[in-house]
């Protein structure tokens, strides 16, 4: 046996009987909120925000943005007076790239498949999804890693609907035997029928975000209806400033469809931006910046927010890493866009390098949450990859739930009046008295409780059922039993045909 088979056999040998989880208390109704009641830290001054920006709009009229030759953003482009040369690269003039960004709404809810709740983008909530977009899953029963199918994606996502902080749903790994068109597709379809959640959703080609808005819609009834209430937000993913025809395609048809994008592309400092902290922010930026242009050209008030990444290169590997820089770089990234008004999408925490969920995967994933506290991305949708983004692991995601319900606790800051204080109480007790029965303590007790399932008070002690069971282990438990015992709800069958439907036509008229 493997040493990981043989992990696996002894936690399954000494491992008590399972025992339900103990039931969360109900979310507060406003769970995702977090402006307004603790502060953001703020890296930079604000002259040097400022600059920031100016510094971006600056290389857009300098330098400009690389677009395929021949599409119709060209068009937009020259319609609005840019600069549009015949190799494609475009020079926005600063006063239309500011009056993009003035006009982009800095706010867009996000409805369930139901329609019936949502959640608020934008600068005051923080939401937690898994993703995205592995290539690779850890196998259950043997531990190894292996290339992922839609079936692992379907369990991925049964897995998130049944976690109680995951807020919605991407595209956490890929069918990779069917690794085109028609299986992008299959994609959306299998996020659609394993969670009610909200939907965020990745693709390669124009055509197949075309599908999954006929999709989209069909669940909502009409293009109008999912207009009024979008199910999915879009991901748009350029090289730095350089898009072809699927990216720029991709904004204008989120635009004229109303459905909300996040913009953004994974600068390597060093490799395909400056190796500086400033100078990779500036350049990313920019990205961010050009595909607002070309939404509100295209549509007037579309939500498009840029959600660019930084990350450096390894000097010595050429490898992508260096944890410290690009944790900065994070945080001033999320400090330019608030200073915009406007959120930030896929923050850098809850994701690893580490190639196995071990002591390596939980440090990464622990400091980057918690570096989230002060941050406030609006999404944190990388949660659960490892192995630099190229393995999804299950353990790791079951642990991100677990911190985001922490980071949720914490977002409720301190409250202080006189109920907190408890002065009068204090006075009446005295120094030498307890507080274990009185009923300020009973009212109190539990109002900003971390409900953790596998630390806080569930950490192994001297004694006791969790003696020698340790974090793998408990996440483990937790982990088999929800995808043993959640089912998602079901669509109504009128539905599912509706749209096996629109996958088959589509299939018919584009066949590989």
Not at 135 to 156: C, F, H, M, N, W
Request: charged share 20%; net charge negative; hydrophobic share 45%.
């Amino acid at each position: 046996m493997t040493e990981t088979e043989t992990r696996r056999a002894s936690t399954r040998s000494h491992r008590p009987r399972p025992r339900a989880a103990p039931a969360a208390p109900a979310p507060p109704p406003d769970r995702g909120r977090h402006g307004g009641i603790t502060p953001a830290y703020d890296l930079l001054p604000r002259a040097a925000v400022e600059t920031l920006i100016e510094s971006a709009c600056g290389l857009l009229a300098d330098s400009g943005c690389a677009f395929e030759p021949g599409t119709e953003a060209m068009d937009l482009f020259a319609g609005a007076g840019c600069d549009v040369s015949a190799d494609g690269v475009v020079r926005m003039p600063t006063e239309l790239v500011r009056g993009a960004l003035a006009s982009t709404p800095r706010s867009a809810k996000l409805w369930d498949r139901s329609g019936a709740h949502y959640i608020e983008l934008d600068s005051e909530h923080t939401w937690f999804m898994p993703g995205m977009t592995c290539i690779k899953v850890y196998d259950l029963a043997d531990g190894e890693p292996r290339a992922s199918t839609a079936a692992d994606l379907a369990q991925i996502v049964r897995l998130a609907d049944a976690l109680p902080n995951m807020d919605g749903v991407c595209v956490a790994c890929k069918d990779v035997p069917n690794s085109h068109i028609h299986g992008e597709i299959n994609e959306f379809a299998v996020l659609i029928a394993n969670t009610v959640k909200p939907l965020e959703y990745l693709c390669e080609n124009a055509a197949s975000f075309a599908v999954a808005i006929d999709m989209a819609a069909a669940v909502r009834g009409s293009h109008q209806a999912l207009a009024e209430k979008p199910y999915f937000l879009q991901i748009v993913t350029p090289l730095p400033l350089a898009y072809w025809s699927t990216h720029s395609d991709q904004v204008i048809l989120a635009a004229r469809a109303g459905i909300p994008v996040s913009v953004g592309t994974l600068p390597i400092g060093g490799a395909s931006t400056p190796i500086t902290m400033a100078g990779c922010i500036v350049n990313s930026l920019a990205t961010d910046f050009a595909a607002m242009v070309l939404a509100q050209l295209t549509r007037r008030g579309s939500f498009i927010i840029g959600s660019s990444d930084v990350s450096f290169m390894e000097p010595a590997t050429g490898a992508i890493g260096n944890f410290t820089y690009s944790s900065l770089a994070d945080i001033a990234m999320h400090q330019v866009r608030r200073h915009l008004g406007l959120p930030s999408f896929t923050g850098f925490a809850g994701h690893s390098v580490a190639r196995r969920f071990n002591q390596d995967a939980v440090w990464e994933i622990s400091t980057s949450l918690m570096q989230a506290f002060f941050s406030r991305p609006a999404t944190l949708d990388y949660l659960g990859s490892l192995d630099g983004g190229l393995t999804f692991s299950m353990h790791a995601l079951c642990l991100t739930d677990e911190i985001a319900g922490m980071l949720r606790s914490m977002w409720q800051g301190v409250r202080v009046d006189s109920e907190s204080m408890a002065l009068e109480l204090a006075r009446r007790v005295g120094p030498r008295g307890n507080y274990l029965a009185q009923p300020h303590t009973v009212a109190h007790c539990r109002e900003q409780l971390w409900a953790a399932r596998y630390l806080g008070p569930n950490v192994p002690v001297s004694s006791g059922v969790q003696l020698d069971r340790d974090l793998f282990e408990r996440i483990d438990e937790d982990l088999r039993r929800r995808l043993a015992e959640h089912t998602p709800a079901p669509l109504a069958p009128e539905l599912a045909s509706r749209l096996a439907a629109i996958q088959a036509e589509f299939a018919a008229k584009h066949p590989l």
